[in-house]
Every structure is written in C-alpha cells, then in structure tokens.
C-alpha cells in the first residue's frame, strides 16, 4: 500500500495550472451512452476515479482511449449489454450515472446499487423516483437497480432536496424522452452546468442549467461531440487553502474565480490575502488566520467537498471556529486524524468546534475518503516533522498528480510503498 511522506513547515510558492474537474468529467464519460457516434472529451482529469468508469464502459463494450494530454475517446457504438460490472459499479458513487443514459438510449439499465465515499447514507430513490416519473418501469433488488421504458416521456419533476446525483441522471435521461421535462429544485453546481452543456452540444435541447429549473425538449437521437472539462473547484480549492495553511503565495491559472466565490469570501474573513485577475487567483498566506463560522449547502453555497479542507486551515486559526455540514452527516471520519496531528476539533451531531492551536505535529495518519485526504495532506503541509499518510488510495481517487504538482510548489514530499514500520523505524 502507498503512503504518502510529507515534512511540514515549507511555505509552498508558485503557479498552478487547474486540472478538469472529476465531478464534470465522471458524468460527461458516462454520457457517450447516449449515442453511437465518438465523444472526444479534453482536460480529462488524470485520476482513478476516471480509470474506474472507462474500465466500466470498456467491459461493457465502450471502445475508450486516453490520446495523451488529458484527451479521451469514447465510441459506444457497440454497446454489448446494459448491465455495468457490479464490482467496479461498488468502487465509486458516479457509476451509477451510466444508468440513466442506458435507459434513456437502450431501453433498459441493471445496475448494481453504487459503493464510493463513506460519507453517511448515499441512497439512490431520488434518481429511482425520477426514472418512475419519466414512465420507466423501476425496481430496486438483491442489490441491484432495474429500470425499463421502451421511451421515456417528458415530465415535471420536483426533486424534495437538492441532489447533484439525480439531477444528472434525470437531465440526462430527459434529452431522449418523448416530449418537455421540467426538473424543479435541480442542483446547480457548476458540474451539472458543464454535463448540460455537452448535452447540448450532443445535440440536447436543455435550458436553465445552473438555475433550479432546468427545462429539457426531448430529441429523437443524440449525436457525437468534442468537449473541454470545467476547471476542478474542489482541487483548486485544496491548493488555495495549502497557501494559507503553509503562508505560502499560489497562483492558480486557467481557472474561473466564479467556481470558488463562497471560498474566495471565507479566505478574505480569515484575513488571506486573495487576489482575482481575469482567470486567475492568487492568494498570500498570512498568519494570524482568523477564525470562521461555515455551514456547507448546495452551490452557490459553501461546498461539503472543501469541508475538511477548511477545517485544516482552521485548526491553525487564532480563535474558535464553527463548521456545521449539512449535507453529509458521516462526513467527520478526518476529526480523529486531525486530532492525532494536534488539532482541537470536537464532533457533535453535525457540527465541529475547532479551537485554533498555534502549530500541528507530525503523526501518522489514515485517510478515511477523498477529501478527508485531501484535508489531512494539507495539515501535514503544515505540521512540524514528517507526517506519514496512508489511505493514498482515496487520494488518487480526486487528486490528479498530487506529488508532482506539490513538488512543483516547493512541498517536500514523496511517495514511498513500503509497511509502516519501514518507514518511521
Ligand atoms: C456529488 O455526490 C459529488 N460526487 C460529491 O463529491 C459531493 O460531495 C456531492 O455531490 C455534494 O456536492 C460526484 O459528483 C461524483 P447528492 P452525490 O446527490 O451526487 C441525498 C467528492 O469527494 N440523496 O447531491 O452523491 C444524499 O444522501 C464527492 O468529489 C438522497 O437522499 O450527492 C445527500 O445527503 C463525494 N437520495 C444529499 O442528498 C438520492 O437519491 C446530496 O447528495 C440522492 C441523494
């Protein structure tokens, strides 16, 4: 198993170029289900998660090739079977946004309930619900999702919370159906933006992507289309917060400010020195950090990806800080790593009180998901000595060459597959 080594107390310097966002990119992959002709899809992000859905796709008869430089090719024009590998379906949650492309197109999806993150429950009876309302037949047994419609019909769709998951797979399924859809109470991430926009450049008729309402006029055939992926927010993100956590100076290019408002605005209250130009974000490191008080919610609101991030910054601030996630209640599987780096955070409910320290120490550490990861990487950047990370594989799931690109900054880190004991005996 791979580990990350990471000697903290290196104020990481320079520029960055932002990577396409996974979240955009999973959902698009798995749209070349909607039709025979080729999808070329550019700035697909180098990460596992991508490796996991175009394995998905290749054994289920998807031709798919990486031509270097963050260019994919999809054609599934031989689609062998609507049936996706059920262990690879259980490695991540976006898997199942083959499903509603494979009904909407072939008639018919058997897809295995999806695994991913363990951020509390991540149920699917939204995207159920929404495939029922479009007329498909759907059960729900033995673990697996079937759904059937020889055509799915238009249909107004009120979603009772805000869910990324079954507005994509609901937007998706819509562009084939017979007649208007109207998805109320969508979300409106930045991610669902870039899927309907590559819909539409399929040949999709969508409107008000990024607002509640997004109204969709089915088509009879969707055709091929080229696309460039939409900057990672979350990715970016991390790197902004490693300039404050470090009093570092990061540039971050080709990336728009738009995607990351709610954070530019909790770094500037925590007294980092943010500056936006055109397409790019600086922000200066300053100490002392001040401390804030955040609750997660949909976009535009604060994200629950950049959640633990945050906190890795507010463990250093001056002051006591309050978080409270709204969106996923399993989401604090990072606390108790933290706290083995010397963070005062206390979990109850839904909320964590971190009471600022003035320097976090070295320790070994597990990353339990993605951005918990992503969380603890940061708060080794920051703690004195070498702290050890294990659970890199949840990492590699989010972060395109996290090493590479750390390095680059001026980090010193590196990656190393020997046991524990080898390392830090
Ligand atoms: C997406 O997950 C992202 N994943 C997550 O990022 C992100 O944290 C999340 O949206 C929220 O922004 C991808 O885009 C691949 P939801 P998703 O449907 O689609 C409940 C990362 O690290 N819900 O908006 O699973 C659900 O339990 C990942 O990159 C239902 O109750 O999120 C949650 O409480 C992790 N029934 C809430 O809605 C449903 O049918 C929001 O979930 C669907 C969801």
């Known amino acids: 198993m791979a580990r990350l080594l990471i000697e903290g107390r290196y104020p990481l310097q320079g520029r ?3 990577s396409g966002a996974k979240n955009a990119a999973l959902p698009i ?13 550019d700035r697909v992000p180098t990460i596992a998660d991508v490796w996991v859905m175009a394995d998905i796709l290749r054994e289920m008869g998807v031709q798919v090739e990486f031509n270097g430089n963050g260019t994919m090719v999809l054609d599934a024009s031989d689609l062998a079977t609507t049936t996706p590998p059920e262990d690879l379906v259980r490695r991540m949650n976006a898997s199942f946004d083959v499903a509603g492309p494979l009904l909407a197109h072939h008639g018919e999806a058997q897809v295995s309930l999806p695994g991913g993150c363990k951020l509390g429950p991540r149920p699917v009876n939204l995207h159920l619900d929404a495939f029922r309302r479009l007329g498909a037949q759907v059960t729900s047994e033995h673990g697996f999702v079937k759904a059937k419609a020889s055509r799915l019909r238009g249909a107004h769709i009120l979603f009772p919370k805000v869910t990324v998951g079954a507005t994509k797979n609901a937007m998706m399924a819509a562009t084939l159906a017979e007649g208007v859809t109207v998805l109320e109470n969508c979300a409106q991430e930045p991610e669902i933006v870039d899927l309907a926009n590559f819909l539409v450049k399929m040949g999709a008729r969508i409107e008000g ?6 109204r969709i006029e089915g088509v009879q055939e969707l055709h091929g289309a080229r696309h460039a992926i939409i900057s990672d927010r979350i990715e970016g993100g991390t790197y902004l917060l490693a300039a404050a956590v470090t009093q570092g ?37 300053t100490h002392p950090i001040r401390p ?19 906190v ?27 706290v083995r780096l010397g963070a005062d955070l206390r979990v109850s409910d839904r909320n964590v009180v971190i009471r600022g320290v003035p320097r976090l120490t070295a320790a070994p550490v597990d990353a339990p998901d993605i951005r918990a990861g992503g969380a603890l990487v940061l708060a080794g950047l920051a703690a004195e000595g070498e702290t050890v990370i294990s659970g890199v594989e949840y990492i590699d799931r989010g972060y395109q060459n996290l090493e590479d690109r750390l390095r680059h900054l001026g980090a010193r880190v590196r990656r190393v597959e020997e046991p524990l004991k080898q390392i830090v005996g």
């Not at 540039?251 to 530019?264: G, Y």
Request: proline letters at 7%.
């Open 209 to 214: 992507q990024g607002s509640p309402k997004i």
């Open 249 to 285: 100076d990061i540039t971050l290019e080709e990336f728009e400010p738009w995607l990351v408002e709610s954070l530019l605005e909790n770094l500037t209250k925590a007294g980092q020195k943010v500056t936006v130009l055109g397409n790019t974000i600086r922000v200066r490191g």
């Open 16 to 18: 960055l170029e932002a």
């Open 29 to 41: 992959i798995a749209a070349c289900l909607l039709t025979r002709e080729q999808v070329v899809l």
């Open 292 to 310: 804030l008080e955040i609750a997660t919610a949909p976009f535009p609101g604060f994200p629950t990806d950049l959640h633990p991030p945050i």
């Open 312 to 338: 890795a910054m507010l463990a250093l601030a001056d002051g006591t800080s309050v978080l409270q996630e709204t969106i996923f209640e399993g989401r604090f599987m990072y606390a108790m790593e933290m």
